[in-house]
């Protein structure tokens, strides 16, 4: 089955960076509306690891045709929304069955 990730949403939180994170060369690339298509559940080429990490179960579940998260959390039962686990520069990435 194939999967559609969609990043929706990228925050930022500099307060938090400023206070807490030493001065990286290199953040997160994900631009909103970006998206990648997973194949039988398989981690799309591209996909940042960290994120990939985040939701690989969500997507392997829709992969084999499960859905319905959380009884009835999504108004599409055959989706998800799930964040990646930067604090400072969290992405939401909408993932669907198509």
């Not at 990043?7 to 690339?29: F, G, Q, T, V």
């Not at 690891?49 to 009884?71: H, I, Q, T």
């Not at 520069?89 to 069955?97: K, W």
């Amino acid at each position: 089955m194939r999967i559609r990730i969609t990043a929706i949403r990228k925050a930022s939180y500099p307060d938090l960076m400023a206070k807490y994170e030493n001065p990286i060369e290199h953040a997160c690339d994900v631009t909103e509306g970006q998206e990648w298509i997973s194949v039988d559940g398989r981690c799309p080429e591209g996909m940042c690891p960290s994120a990939w990490g985040s939701m690989k179960e969500f997507v392997e579940a829709l992969a084999r045709g499960e859905g319905n998260f959380y009884d009835g959390w999504m108004k599409n039962p055959l989706s998800a929304m799930i964040s990646c686990n930067d604090g400072f520069r969290p992405v939401s990435f909408y993932i669907e069955l198509i």
